[in-house]
Nanobody
Framework: QWQLVESGGGLVQPGGSLRLSCTAS????????IGWFRQAPGKEREGVSC????????VYADSVQGRFTVSRDNAKNAVYLYMDSLKPEDTGIYYC???????????????WGQGTQVTVSS
């Protein structure tokens, strides 16, 4: 069974940092593009960042540009989202998603994880 699992969420103060991980089981991530998305309470899910299967291409939403960095380690079958200078408006459930086709920040990825909660609050 193909699964994606997010980890690394938690409670952090404004200005703090977190690293989210997205790991795969049952399949290899190295031929999949990966997207990171988030959903705040009462809001629609939105794209945050994505990375191509090779890691050569990355895209960021304007709201996180310069603060978040996406990377991947195909040898570890994992993708990471480094989040710095966190703001209260970054609060939400963060999801990773995988697809063989680059979908950028579209919500049409084939496979989704269950999400990890990120709360930015003092």
């Amino acid at each position: 069974q193909w699964q994606l699992v997010e980890s690394g969420g938690g409670l952090v103060q404004p200005g703090g940092s977190l690293r989210l991980s997205c790991t795969a089981s049952g399949f290899a991530l190295n031929n999949h593009a990966i997207g990171w998305f988030r959903q705040a309470p009462g809001k629609e899910r939105e794209g945050v960042s994505c990375i191509s299967s090779s890691g050569g291409n990355t895209v960021y939403a304007d709201s996180v540009q310069g603060r978040f960095t996406v990377s991947r380690d195909n040898a570890k079958n994992a993708v990471y989202l480094y989040m710095d200078s966190l703001k209260p408006e970054d609060t939400g459930i963060y999801y990773c998603a995988a697809d063989r086709i680059e979908k950028l920040l579209s919500l049409s990825y084939d496979l989704w994880g269950q999400g990890t909660q990120v709360t930015v609050s003092s």
